[in-house]
């Protein structure tokens, strides 16, 4: 088997796997299952920003943190897409 192949046959068997776990029932484990990634990713992304302001604010200054404050959104909805798409 080639690469492409397994990779396609790893991605049908995770998505099946992920498909019986999403229908099988409401159950708070698999529901915390699936959540908790995305809120520790959101999280990062949060103490990330704040870091970088931080730093950034002390090295550049208002400009900086003002830059910083612009581009947040679109590198959270990025963030966003990015979780939701895989």
Do not use: E, W
Not at 40 to 67: Q, W
Not at 77 to 85: E, H, K, N
């Amino acid at each position: 088997m080639d690469l492409k192949c397994k990779t396609c046959c790893l991605r049908r068997d995770l998505t099946r796997r992920i498909n019986n776990l999403m229908f099988q029932g409401y159950d708070l484990k698999h529901f915390f299952k699936f959540i908790i990634p995305s809120i520790l990713a959101f999280t990062i992304l949060g103490v990330y920003s704040v870091v970088d302001g931080f730093f950034v604010g002390n090295a550049i200054g208002d400009a900086g943190v003002s830059a910083i404050n612009v581009v947040f959104p679109a590198v959270a909805l990025t963030f966003a897409l990015g979780s939701v798409l895989v």
